[in-house]
């Protein structure tokens, strides 16, 4: 699976049960990115795309139903079980710091993954959003 997560700068995810923030650009890379593969998602999440896909599956259990190659959106989500099963890692980030009492495990992936691709590109909420592949 290919896990797609938006962190600050101290890899924050979420604050008091709410993400930090939300931009409509970075929607619109992961529907791109994604193009017809399968887009896997909580609920939770699924609130943001308001778009029509098809290839939009919402599911509590998303990362256990999510398939090689198919990709995951995790907002609110522990990676912490599948780790052994992401086979690539795509990092949007605020560049910013934010309040931030769960963060992403990113140290669980940082033994065996290199940056593969990095660009910055502005959004609708941030001047400067960076986004970072790693892969195995």
Known sequence: MILIVCLDDENGMMFNKRRQSMDRCIRERILTLCAEKPLWMNTYSAGQFREQTS???IAE???ELAKEGEYCFV?????????????RLVIFRWNRRYPADVKFPLELFSYRWTLTDKVDFSGTSHERITQEVYML
């Open 55 to 57: 290839n939009l599956h």
């Open 75 to 87: 907002e609110n989500t522990d990676v912490t079980k599948v780790v052994d099963r992401v086979e």
């Open 61 to 63: 259990n998303y990362l």
